[in-house]
């Protein structure tokens, strides 16, 4: 009987769900009425749009730029001209945005299971269980429709898919998002070709870090990994969250409403989480800054514009817009971080100090990373390294 009635059969399907922590299907039903993926990508006055092989072009020449700024490797893979629909559909998967959603979903879970098992649940924590499978299905129906909130808004706004400063689909691709960059400089009265130029400049230095440096997105997950294991989830303090958003078991919109504000997944980081947060952001810090430098030291006799760029994009980054907001929620990792300018004079006082070769050590190992301390206080790394390259141990 049940079956005939639309609503039910879709809960059905919906609480069915039995492919991880994140329902990826609902997710990219969630983002794909949200991003708007039916609308004109490109508004009248806009130049028109360039071809993925004007792409192509353009990424080999950019690759030839940082090749005489860095020996950071160039790395093959392909150059999209990506709608939004064709952006959210590679979001939404265990590939794209799972690789940071799926383990802090699984945290969460966890976590949520060990508190009910704690007071008296039985069968919570037992695999298979129905009262188990409820509420992993719960769980990933939760998530979905955040993660697909994140990459609906996401994908009206990214400019390529490294625009957040990690890949958001396979490492190894350069692509843009849509008419989104195309609509950017007509914005801000860029010129279209010159600015296609910077935003590839960028992609490709991004992609010589994530799909180049062999152990940078093992140590990424291990990261994000050990912040989801460090999670203590309080469910009574979700639904009180959820409350004062607005939820109402009753009332499938408000349920919506409340899970598509930024504040509906907030849960504040443990003292353990706190010490794994720690690297993760000085980790966003240095990856974006040494792309700045790269891009700043490859393009800047060869971008009129480049100046004015950075002053916009500066000001885009300190603005961030509401999938950014919506990500930070969800994975409580702000991809955006108020060190960035730490980051940046780091850059410039390890290149005044032993040039870009130098920087570029940091990429040779996890271990030589900068720590959050160390990009206040460039000296003390330098110092690190040194005694790195001299088989010193660290002392710390």
Same mark, same amino acid.
Request: overall charge negative; proline content about 6%; glycine content about 10%.
């Given at each position: 009987?049940?079956?005939?009635?639309?609503?039910?059969?879709?809960?059905?399907?919906?609480?069915?769900?039995?492919?991880?922590?994140?329902?990826?299907?609902?997710?990219?039903?969630?983002?794909?009425?949200?991003?708007?993926?039916?609308?004109?990508? =490109?508004?009248?006055?806009?130049?028109?749009?360039?071809?993925?092989?004007?792409?192509?072009?353009?990424?080999?020449?950019?690759?030839?730029?940082?090749?005489?700024?860095?020996?950071?490797?160039?790395?093959?893979?392909?150059?999209?001209?990506?709608?939004?629909?064709?952006?959210?559909?590679?979001?939404?998967?265990?590939?794209?945005?799972?690789?940071?959603?799926?383990?802090?979903?699984?945290?969460?879970?966890?976590?949520?299971?060990?508190?009910?098992?704690?007071?008296?649940?039985?069968?919570?924590?037992?695999?298979?269980?129905?009262?188990?499978?409820?509420?992993?299905?719960?769980?990933?129906?939760?998530?979905?429709?955040?993660?697909?909130?994140?990459?609906?808004?996401?994908?009206?706004?990214?400019?390529?898919?490294?625009?957040?400063?990690?890949?958001?689909?396979?490492?190894?691709?350069?692509?843009?998002?849509?008419?989104?960059?195309?609509?950017?400089?007509?914005?801000?009265?860029?010129?279209?070709?010159?600015? +296609?130029?910077?935003?590839?400049?960028?992609?490709?230095?991004?992609?010589?870090?994530?799909?180049?440096?062999?152990?940078?997105?093992?140590?990424?997950?291990?990261?994000?990994?050990?912040?989801?294991?460090?999670?203590?989830?309080?469910?009574?303090?979700?639904?009180?969250?959820?409350?004062?958003?607005?939820?109402?078991?009753?009332?499938?919109?408000? =349920?919506?409403?409340?899970?598509?504000?930024?504040?509906?997944?907030?849960?504040?980081?443990?003292?353990?989480?706190?010490?794994?947060?720690?690297?993760?952001?000085?980790?966003?810090?240095?990856?974006?800054?040494?792309?700045?430098?790269?891009?700043?030291?490859?393009?800047?006799?060869?971008?009129?514009?480049?100046?004015?760029?950075?002053?916009?994009?500066? +000001?885009?980054?300190?603005?961030?817009?509401?999938?950014?907001?919506?990500?930070?929620?969800?994975?409580?990792?702000?991809?955006?971080?108020?060190?960035?300018?730490?980051?940046?004079?780091?850059?410039?006082?390890?290149?005044?100090?032993?040039?870009?070769?130098?920087?570029?050590?940091?990429?040779? +190992?996890?271990?030589?990373?900068?720590?959050?301390?160390?990009?206040?206080?460039?000296?003390?790394?330098?110092?690190?390294?040194?005694?790195?390259?001299?088989?010193?141990?660290?002392?710390?």
């Amino acid at each position: 009987m049940f079956e005939s009635v639309p609503l039910f059969r879709e809960l059905a399907k919906v609480m069915s769900w039995t492919s991880g922590p994140v329902n990826w299907e609902l997710a990219g039903q969630t983002a794909a009425a949200l991003s708007g993926t039916g609308m004109a990508e =490109i508004s009248s006055g806009q130049a028109p749009a360039a071809s993925e092989d004007d792409l192509v072009q353009a990424v080999h020449a950019v690759e030839l730029w940082l090749d005489q700024v860095t020996a950071l490797p160039a790395v093959q893979g392909p150059v999209r001209k990506l709608s939004r629909a064709e952006w959210v559909t590679q979001a939404c998967s265990s590939s794209g945005l799972g690789v940071y959603v799926e383990p802090v979903a699984k945290g969460m879970g966890d976590s949520l299971a060990r508190q009910l098992g704690d007071v008296g649940i039985a069968g919570i924590e037992a695999t298979g269980s129905p009262i188990a499978d409820a509420m992993n299905a719960m769980g990933a129906m939760l998530y979905g429709v955040q993660v697909g909130t994140v990459a609906g808004h996401l994908a009206g706004q990214l400019l390529g898919t490294y625009d957040l400063g990690f890949p958001t689909l396979d490492p190894r691709m350069v692509a843009t998002v849509g008419g989104n960059a195309e609509a950017f400089a007509h914005d801000y009265g860029f010129d279209a070709t010159e600015f +296609r130029y910077w935003l590839l400049l960028r992609e490709a230095a991004h992609r010589r870090q994530f799909a180049g440096v062999p152990w940078l997105q093992p140590h990424v997950a291990s990261l994000i990994s050990a912040f989801a294991q460090g999670a203590d989830f309080d469910p009574n303090r979700l639904l009180e969250q959820l409350g004062g958003l607005g939820f109402d078991p009753n009332d499938p919109e408000s =349920i919506q409403q409340a899970l598509e504000q930024p504040d509906a997944f907030r849960v504040e980081p443990t003292a353990q989480q706190r010490v794994v947060l720690d690297k993760l952001q000085a980790l966003v810090a240095f990856t974006g800054s040494w792309v700045d430098h790269v891009v700043r030291a490859a393009g800047g006799d060869k971008l009129s514009s480049l100046p004015r760029i950075e002053e916009v994009m500066s +000001r885009r980054r300190a603005e961030k817009g509401p999938g950014e907001k919506f990500m930070e929620q969800l994975i409580g990792l702000d991809l955006k971080p108020a060190d960035h300018r730490l980051g940046q004079r780091f850059c410039e006082a390890v290149v005044e100090a032993r040039g870009q070769e130098g920087l570029d050590r940091a990429w040779q +190992r996890a271990e030589w990373l900068p720590k959050r301390s160390e990009l206040d206080e460039p000296s003390h790394w330098l110092v690190r390294l040194a005694g790195a390259e001299s088989g010193l141990p660290d002392p710390e």
